[in-house]
C-alpha cells in the first residue's frame, strides 16, 4: 500500500478519472452536525491564518486507468463534493462575493464533472445506488431534487450555511484547498478486505451488517457486485426492513444453533462463510430465503390466514427469541413440507409455552438456547410416521430447569393469584387480547387501543379502599384487597378509566358507559352482578383461569423418540471388545440379554 500526505481537492483533479463508492460501502450518512463542523474547520483556517487542516484518511485502489474505488472515506469524499457544488452555485447565482466570477464554472468543470466532449453530463463521484441518483438531481433544477436524501439536506445546509461564514468565494475555496487527508493507493498485493477489518478496528462506526455486506461483495467483480447486491443484499435489506444486524443475528442463530453477541454477528458470519465455502450468490441465496420468512414472521403473512392471526396476537409480545425456529418452520411451511394445521398447532404451543412461562414469572434467559437448537433437535428425532406438532410437544414438555413447561396446575395457581397488573406494558397487552377474543372471529382490538392509550386497564375494587367499598366488600375488606387487588379476577379493561376512579361498584357499573353497558366480554360477570364481593372476584376468576387453560393448552402428545440403534458385530477371531460393552447376543434362533 502506497500513501501520501495531500489536498483533499487533488483527488478529484483528473480530467476522466471517476471515484466509484462500490455497492458494499454504507450509504452516505453524514449528518448536518458533522458539516458543521467542517464548516468551522474551514473558518479557523481562514481566522488564524493556519497552512493546512488534516481531515483523515481517504483510501481506495485503482479498478482501471479511469476509475479509484473508493474502500474507505466515502463519507468525506462526497462532503467535499457536496461543499463545492454548493460553493459553485452560490458563485452563479451571485449569492456568495466572488472576486473571480468563473470560480463557480470552474469547481464543476475541474472537479465534479467529467469530459464532456460526449456531450452527456457525467460525474466525477459516483456514490452508491439512492445517493447516486439524490447527488446527480443536485445538478438539476430544485424541483427535481430528492429531499429525503441525506445527499440533498447536507447539501441545502452548505447553500444555507457559506454566505454566513462572512468570507468570500475566493476565501473559501483557499480554505477547501488546504484540507489535507493521507491518502493511500492499495497495490495488487493488498488485500481490501484485511485493510477494511484493520481501519475500521479503529472505531469507525459501521454496524455489523455494514461489514458483512463488504465481507460477500468486496471480493467479487464490480459487476458481479452490482447483481449480487441488487438481486440478494438489496432484497434481504428489504424484506428484513433494514434490521440487517438484528435479523443476521437470528440467521446465525438458526444456522449454528448459537447466539452471537450483538458486537460479533460480522465475526460469526466469518466463520459460518468460511466453514460453507461459499461466497457471492452462493451464499447470500438462502440468507436471502430466510429473510423473507423473517419477514412473513413479523408481519404475520405467511399465506394462511389462521396462522397469520395467531402470529398478529404473538408478535405482540415482541419475542425475536423465537425467530430462529419460525424462520425455518415458515419455510417448511411455504414449501409444502408442513400442513396448515400442522403450521397453526405449532404457533399454538409455542404461544402457550411462551406465556405459561411469563405467567409463572420463569426468567427469559433460558429461551435463547432453547430456541437456538429447538428445530434441529425437533428434525434430528422426528419419525416419517409422526406430526411436527407432536414432536414439538414432547420436546418442550420434557424439559426442566431454565427451559421448563409449566402444566395446568403450576400454571392455573399462578395465574390465578399472581400479580398480573404489575407486569411489562406488551404482555399485559397480549394476555388481554387472548382473554377478551380467544379465538374468536369476532374480535376486538384490545392490546392496539392499549398500547395507544385509548383504553386501559382498570381494578374493579379500586386501588384506594374507600368506605363506600370497605362497606360493599365486608368486614374483611382490608385481607380482600391486598389479597384481590392486582389478581387477575379484579382485572379488566374500559375506556373510561378516569372517570370510574374510586367510585363505588353500584356507579361504576351503572353510569353511563358503565359496567353495565361494556361491550367487553371480559366484563361478563359486572354485566350481571348487582355486588362486588370477594364470591364475585373469586367466580370471575375461576372463569378466567378456566379460559386460560384453554386458550394457552398444556399440549398432549403420545410421540416417543426411537431408541438409538446400537452396533451389531459379528462374532470372529478379529472382533475387538475393548472398551465396549455387549447388552445382547444371538446364536442362530436363540436371543440372550447380558446381565451386569
Known sequence: MRGQVTEVYKIYDSRDKELVIPVYQRNYDWKIDNCRQLLDDLA??????????????????????????????????????????????????????APDPGLGERLRRNYLLKDQATGDTRFKLKPVKNDARAYRRLFGPESEFIERSNVTANYRYFLTELPKLGLDADQIWDAICRLEVMHLDL??????????????????????????????????????????????????????????????????????????????????????????GLRGAALLAEVRDYSDCYRRVRAADTGSKAADAKLRKLNILRQDVALPFFMPVIADFRAGALSEGEFVRVIDIIESYMFRRFACDIPTNGLNKVFATLYAELRRIQTPDSRFSDVLAYSLRRREGSGIFPDDQWFAEDFATHNLYKIRSERRQYMFECLENGDSNDVRDIAGRLAEGTLSVEHIMPQTLTEAWRAELG???????????????????????????????????????????????????????PVWTVEQLRARSERLVREALAYWDYPQTSFVPPKPQLPVEPLGTDTEFTNRIAIRFEYQDATATVRN
Open 187 to 276: 497495490e495488487p498485493e493488498d488485500d481490501p478486505q484485511r485493510i477494511f477489518e484493520s481501519l475500521n478496528s479503529t472505531g469507525l462506526a459501521l454496524s455489523e451488517a455494514d461489514k458483512i455486506r463488504n465481507l460477500v461483495l468486496m471480493g467479487l467483480s464490480a459487476k458481479d457486485q452490482e447483481v449480487v447486491y441488487e438481486d440478494f443484499w438489496n432484497r434481504i435489506e428489504v424484506n428484513v426492513g433494514y434490521e440487517t444486524d438484528d435479523f443476521l443475528r437470528w440467521y446465525l442463530t438458526a444456522k449454528t444453533s448459537k447466539t452471537p453477541r450483538f458486537d460479533r454477528v460480522y465475526e460469526s458470519f466469518k466463520k459460518f462463510a468460511a466453514d460453507t
Open 475 to 529: 368486614q374483611d375488606a382490608t385481607e380482600i384487597h391486598e389479597t384481590w387487588l392486582h389478581r387477575i379476577g379484579n382485572l379488566t379493561v374500559t375506556g373510561y378509566n378516569s372517570s370510574y376512579s374510586n367510585s363505588p361498584y353500584e356507579q361504576k357499573r351503572t353510569t353511563e358507559n358503565g359496567f353495565a353497558h361494556s361491550p367487553y366480554r371480559l366484563n361478563q360477570e359486572m354485566k350481571e352482578s
Open 44 to 97: 479557523e483556517l481562514i481566522a488564524t491564518g493556519r497552512r493546512k487542516h488534516f481531515f483523515g484518511a481517504v483510501v481506495g485502489k485503482p479498478d482501471s486507468s479511469w476509475e479509484w474505488v473508493v474502500i474507505d472515506g466515502q463519507q468525506r469524499l462526497t462532503t467535499v463534493s457536496l461543499l463545492m457544488l454548493a460553493l459553485s452555485r452560490l458563485v452563479d447565482d451571485g449569492a456568495i462575493e
